[in-house]
């Protein structure tokens, strides 16, 4: 915390892909992608993502995908962590449930949206928001439909709703 009695917000991103999309997305789905985004939302001292299994924390930077690869300052948010706790036990028992995670439509990524924008008042960037369209945008995408709504990301760590 510092003196205004603000605390900082940061975004970590993953490339899921590990550089494998940069280097065929090209060649699989016509367009060029930088990556295959995971995303997490780092505040009080925790990495906090919704995988398949919930909403998770971790040691910011501790999760099994390791170092992020970028990291972007989302700004400050007055939220202390007892109200954001609470706030984010009323998202696993209803809109982040395990039962609502999917690939393309309720991700990581949406978590991270909308936990950016009820700390800061500030969305992610769009081109990790706008990653699903585009890669459903393609014949191959539409293909592959079908297997990628059947995968389900979780890489661990405590679930929030385990913490209480």
């Not at 202390?80 to 395990?98: C, N, Q, V």
Request: with cysteine; hydrophobic share 35%; net charge negative.
């Amino acid at each position: 915390m510092d003196q205004t009695g603000s605390f900082p917000v940061k975004l970590y991103i993953y490339d899921l892909s590990r550089g494998m999309a940069r280097q065929l997305s090209s060649l699989m789905l016509g367009k060029q992608l930088d990556g295959i985004w995971h995303t997490a939302i780092v505040v009080h001292g925790k990495e906090y993502c919704f995988v398949g299994e919930g909403i998770n924390s971790f040691s910011p930077g501790g999760t099994p995908l390791g170092e992020p690869n970028s990291i972007v300052d989302l700004g400050y948010t007055e939220v202390p962590a007892e109200i954001f706790i609470e706030y984010l036990f009323s998202l696993a028992e209803s809109t982040y449930r395990s039962d609502k995670y999917n690939l393309f439509e309720h991700n990581c990524n949406t978590f991270s949206n909308e936990v950016a924008q009820f700390l800061t008042g500030k969305k992610i960037p769009s081109y990790i928001t706008d990653l699903p369209s585009e890669v459903l945008s393609t014949p191959f995408g539409q293909a592959l439909r079908p297997l990628l709504d059947s995968i389900v990301i979780n890489p661990g760590g405590s679930n929030i709703t385990g913490q209480r």
